[in-house]
């Protein structure tokens, strides 16, 4: 718990010296998976104890009051989202470590694009269950050869994306104070403020671990977050997560 506090704290302060520490895959997972945990319990106490009207999305919401078991049940929602989230990253950055930047990221452009556009025809009606999951499959299977074509340090780079919660965990302190004034500028801006800075120490992170330049990593990164995102609504169209766990997911 100290080591995992140790690397906590480097990593919001002085993330630079915090990347060495994830190339000692065994002992950093151990400690990025305490981040990961303590960030679920506090996310999970947050939402329990804030006002379900506030801000105004989540009253749009029509969640209403939830306790601690929903939210932590929300939050755990995200555990398979990290995986679709380290999958098709791992696939992203080997697509755009090599080649001309615009034509690699025009690649994963429309690697992202194929996937909406099965999601959207599903939403009309027109790719039937079955064969949507299977043409997620399909679209998923050039990304293990991806992912195997080339070494990546991926224990890793697992080991930062957990980690990077860190910043969720500093954020809830200044999102209460936001909450407690019922100022709803003051909280956006001050998720987007943590959500940036992530994204930065996450890019910078990445180019420490794997050696591909900023702009490559960012656009790696940014665009398999899109992916998550998509295999969000897609765990709700085949029903795997109930509607108000989508709705929890959106409104925050």
Wanted: glycine residues 8%; hydrophobic residues 60%.
């Amino acid at each position: 718990m100290a080591s995992a506090l140790r690397l906590a704290l480097s990593l919001a302060w002085s993330p630079a010296g915090a990347f060495p520490s994830f190339k000692r895959p065994g002992a950093s997972l151990r400690e990025s998976l305490i981040i990961y945990g303590v960030f679920l319990l506090v996310y999970a106490a947050f939402f329990a104890h804030k006002p379900p009207d506030f801000p105004s999305a989540m009253e749009n919401a029509g969640l209403g009051p939830r306790g601690f078991g929903f939210w932590l049940q929300s939050g755990l929602v995200s555990t398979f989202l990290y995986a679709v989230w380290f999958g098709a990253l791992a696939a992203f950055l080997n697509l755009g470590r090599e080649g001309r930047l615009f034509f690699r990221t025009l690649l994963q452009l429309l690697w992202v694009a194929l996937a909406a556009a099965f999601m959207a025809l599903h939403v009309k009606g027109r790719m039937p269950l079955p064969l949507f999951a299977a043409a997620w499959l399909a679209a998923a299977a050039p990304g293990v050869w991806l992912v195997r074509s080339r070494p990546l340090p991926l224990a890793a780079i697992l080991s930062l994306l957990l980690a990077v919660n860190v910043f969720g965990i500093i954020s809830f302190a200044p999102l209460a104070v936001a909450v407690h004034l019922r100022s709803e500028n003051l909280y956006m801006g001050l998720q987007f403020a943590f959500l940036f800075w992530m994204m930065g120490v996450t890019t910078k992170g990445l180019r420490d671990l794997t050696g591909i330049s900023l702009p490559r990593c960012f656009m790696s990164l940014l665009l398999s977050f899109a992916v998550t995102i998509l295999a969000l609504f897609s765990m709700y169209l085949i029903g795997a997560i109930p509607p108000d766990l989508l709705k929890a997911s959106m409104a925050i």
